[in-house]
Each structure stands twice: as C-alpha cells, then as structure tokens.
C-alpha cells in the first residue's frame, strides 16, 4: 500500500471568518496531523481495491460521503479506531478516536497558512496549479513548491472536503471544501475562501487531504462542536449580497 505521508502541526491559533453573519471567531487548535499531499488515485485505489488511471494524480470525483468511508477504510487497514460512525448517511465524528479523518476548516487554513498572513504561503504561480497554467485535470501532487509546513498543493490542484458545515441555516447539510482546484483563478485559490457541497455532490475538480488525532470530548474539537452546529443552524439572519440560496 502507498503510505500516506503525514505532517505534524503544532499547537497554534487561527481566526476563522464568516461572510454571512460578518462574524469572526479566533480557534485555538492542539497538535494534530494532516497529509503532506492530498490522497492520490493510486492510494485510494490501494485501500478500495478499485483501478487506478492517474496514480499521482489527486482522487477526485469523490462526495464527502465517500470521503468520511475512505477515511474509515484507511484506518482499518493501518490498524487504527475508525473515527466516523455511519446511521446510514447521518455521519457522527468520534474525536476521541485516533484514525484518518477529514481536517476541521480551523485545522486546515492553519495548516494551509503556515504562518502566513496573506491570501497565498507563496507566489501563487509557484504555489498553485490554477486556470492560469491552462491545464484541464489535476496534476500530480507535489508539483509545486510546499508551504512552511511542508504540505503540498493546499491552494489550487484539487478543492479538499473539510469535516465542517457550510452554513446549515441556509445550506442545511452541506459540507465544506477549501484551497481552489485547477481551472480556478487566483480569486478563489486563497487560504481563506470556503465553498461546499451537498454530501453525494461529487466533481472532477475536489479532492480529500487526511489529519489524525484524537482528542478528550467526543462532541467538540479543533474549532468544531455539535453545540455550534446546532446554534448555526438556528440562525436567521440576512443573507449577504450575491449569496445564493439552498434549493430544497
């Protein structure tokens, strides 16, 4: 099997912003684990036992709830506790476990900063593939240059599924996906910028990164917790200009 290789990120802060409500909140984050290069065809095809075309392309066309089975899959085979816990497509996250898991959105712009406080770790040409390569599918991981961290291809490449929800007061269970793909322009390639998904939405263009790490509550970690979903989900508030609503 193709060994994913994981980089340790320290403990740390990271002010996580939210359009809609024109609100910010400051995340304080432990030590936690996340991929160096997002998961590639040939690893997801090693844990699945599916065909593999690209092998160091990133795997694509994956929905968030292929993603969370994946990442269970991934911990079985490597020996650790499955993190997710399935109630048919009601997904629950068990933070005390110590398997592959999809980052948190604070876990991942952390990750994708590296310190930075800009909108890109680097040049973004030097950073990132993006439409102004001019390419027309994902490229082989690691074909640009890795942030402080280590990480390779968090901006541009592929999108990568986030743990988090979008904005359940008007997107309901849609999920969240982070670091523009390749056919996006430099707008959207940002540390920042958050888009999303339904859970079986699936596109040629978003990805997954893995993160491990366990933590002491089982409902709350790393910038997320049930209690805030359930108060977002409650709010009913204004949209802002150019926001489009879900379609039920």
């Known amino acids: 099997m193709s060994d ?34 997002p998961v590639t065809e040939e690893q997801l095809a090693d844990v699945l036992g599916i065909p593999v075309r690209h092998p160091s392309r990133p795997a694509v066309d994956l929905s968030w709830l292929r993603a969370v089975h994946f990442c269970n899959a991934a911990s079985e085979w490597e020996g650790f506790d499955p993190v997710y816990l399935f109630d048919g ?77 979008l904005d359940p007061a008007r997107y309901g269970d849609y999920r969240v996906f982070r670091g523009g793909g390749f056919a996006d322009d430099a707008w959207s390639v940002r540390a920042s910028v958050r888009r999303g998904g339904a859970p079986r939405m699936h596109h040629d263009d978003v990805g997954l990164r893995l993160a491990r790490g366990g933590f002491p509550t089982a409902d709350e970690a790393q910038g997320w917790s049930a209690r805030l979903d359930r108060e977002r989900a409650a709010f009913d508030g204004p949209l802002p200009s150019g926001w489009t609503p879900l379609r039920r």
């Open 4 to 37: 994913f290789e994981m980089a340790r990120i320290p403990a740390g802060s990271v002010t996580l912003h939210d359009a809609r409500r024109k609100l910010q909140r400051t995340v304080s984050l432990e030590p936690f684990e996340i991929g160096a290069y």
């Open 89 to 165: 497509e009601d997904v629950s996250w068990d933070a005390t476990a110590d398997g592959y898991r999809l980052p948190t959105e604070a876990e991942w712009e952390f990750a994708c900063r590296a310190g930075s406080v800009g909108p890109h770790y680097a040049p973004l040409a030097d950073a990132a593939w993006t439409s102004a390569d001019g390419v027309s599918a994902p490229q082989n991981v690691g074909g640009k240059i890795p942030n402080l961290n280590g990480l390779f291809d968090t901006l541009g490449n592929v999108w990568e599924w986030c743990w988090d929800l």
